[in-house]
């Protein structure tokens, strides 16, 4: 299944600019969700990391894979369309190689378990086939507030 960006916008409360989904590209629900993100100069964290050395910072590398994981266990959540989802928490955090503008990052995300209103991902971004990032995650759901 691929997923345009209004698509996206349904399943995520995420929006400019913060919303770090530019497309999916495959999605098997409730499973894994591949996305892409097209990295421009155009992005704001580029005007103070770093000015002379623009590189992707690495916590929206992370927020990215996040965010496609949501994409994918959207359908396993009943409330998935009011409810809030947070991080719980990362670990096994890697970086490679710098992601910089005019690069295009694929998402990688995959669900291993669900405890209560908690899920276990996996994460992995590639730029160019090559690994840039990779982390395991776990994404809490809440009520969101009336």
């Known amino acids: 299944m691929i997923l ?13 600019p913060f919303l ?3 497309r999916v590209i495959e999605l098997e ?3 894994s969700c591949t996305a892409l993100k097209n990295v421009s100069i155009n992005e704001p964290f580029f005007q103070g990391h770093f000015p002379e050395k623009p590189i992707m910072p690495g916590v929206l590398i992370v927020e990215a894979l996040a965010q496609t ?11 998935a369309d009011k409810d809030l989802s947070f991080f719980a928490g990362f670990d096994n955090v ?5 992601v910089v503008p005019g690069d295009q990052l694929i998402l990688k995300s995959k669900f291993i378990a669900k405890k209560r209103n908690i899920w276990f991902m996996e994460g992995e971004a590639f730029v160019d086939d090559k690994l840039v990032a990779r982390a395991d995650f776990k994404l809490a759901t809440v009520p969101a507030p009336e």
């Open 4 to 16: 345009d960006i209004l698509e996206i916008k349904k399943r995520l409360k995420h929006r400019f």
């Open 20 to 22: 770090l989904i530019d």
């Open 94 to 98: 890697k970086f490679k190689t710098p």
């Open 69 to 79: 994981a949501g994409i994918a266990g959207y359908s396993l959540h009943a409330n």
């Open 29 to 31: 629900e409730g499973v």
